[in-house]
């Protein structure tokens, strides 16, 4: 009786491992769901604000042309105007004092009161193609700074100490690796990224960089203390950020910030699981500066 119930819990422990494997594939599949859905969200609101700053300029851009076509025809016009009237100057004096007189009495009046039509209306249109020019530099500068700050908001902040590094990874939103680089022609390694430092300025906080990405060489000169260096690659969903928060004679202190996961990893996530066969783990990705323990073995079946 004992070796049957036995037997059976045996058989009961295979049926539930199928069952809590399943479970923990589907969690693992709506995570990877999440990270894919906050991904494209990123780009779509990239690229929405990009576009309207496109169209916003292509639109400042048609009313600026249009008003120095008119602004050209007035001055066409009121050049015309002035030869004309010197024309006519030119005949009064060879015609002498008679023919002044005529020619000031038959379009004296009529001439000047269509000139000063013509030139209010050139100082109009002048006036409002500055202030349209002003407008565009405006609505250019508002765009960038939200686009910015958006950007800022979604890939975290940056961080200007080591302790605001561990608040940034303790986020758990990409992974972080800090580094010190002396001046060398050398190429070393963090995270994704290889870097070399080729020149700084300690007195003006700033420095030269040298960078592989993708097997193509790069160069970065004259970047600032604390400004974001951003490195698009081809399998990444967000962009890769360079900060250098420290920077002393031939040597600079920062980080590479990077996503998790690459778009062929969560695109594997998203395939669907078979019931006969065993689906690989996805890849993992880059160490980051602390390591997660690794999990505990399960207990053997009884």
């Known amino acids: 009786m004992d070796e049957n119930r036995e037997k059976f ?3 009961e422990s295979g049926e539930t491992t199928p069952w809590l494997t399943s479970r923990w594939l589907l969690i693992f599949a709506v995570v990877a769901l999440a990270a894919a859905g906050i991904a494209l969200g990123y780009g779509f609101h990239q690229q929405s604000l990009v576009g309207q700053l496109s169209s916003h ?3 400042m851009g048609t009313t600026i042309a249009e008003l120095r076509g008119q602004v050209d025809t007035l001055t066409t016009k009121l050049n015309d105007i002035t030869a004309a009237q010197q024309a006519a100057a030119a005949a009064q004096n060879d015609a002498g004092p008679a023919g002044a007189k005529n020619a000031s009495g038959k379009r004296g009046p009529g001439t000047d009161k269509r000139l000063k039509q013509l030139q209010t209306r050139l100082d109009d249109q002048q006036k409002q193609l500055k202030d349209t020019q002003d407008d565009v530099a405006k609505t250019r500068t508002d765009l960038e700074g939200s686009l910015s700050s958006t950007r800022d908001e979604l890939n975290g ?6 302790e605001d590094l561990v608040v940034l990874q303790k986020r758990g939103e ?3 690796f800090e580094f010190d680089l002396v001046r060398s022609k050398e190429f070393q390694r963090f995270g994704p990224l290889m870097l070399s430092l080729r020149r700084t300025d300690w007195k003006h906080k700033n420095y030269d960089l040298a960078l592989v990405v993708d097997d193509n060489q790069l160069s970065k000169k004259h970047v600032n203390l604390y400004e974001p260096v951003w490195i698009h690659r081809v399998d990444d969903p967000q962009p890769v950020q ?3 928060n420290k920077i002393e004679r031939n040597v600079v202190h920062g980080y590479v910030s990077a996503p998790k996961y690459r778009n062929s990893d969560l695109a594997a996530t998203m395939t669907p699981v078979s019931s006969t066969t065993t689906t690989p783990p996805p890849a993992q990705p880059d160490t980051p500066v602390a390591p997660s323990n690794p999990p505990n073995p399960e207990p053997p079946l009884l």
């Open 157 to 162: 902040s940056i961080a200007r100490t080591h």
């Open 9 to 11: 819990g045996i058989e």
């Open 174 to 176: 990409r992974n972080f």
């Open 242 to 244: 360079i900060v250098i």
């Open 57 to 59: 300029e292509e639109q």
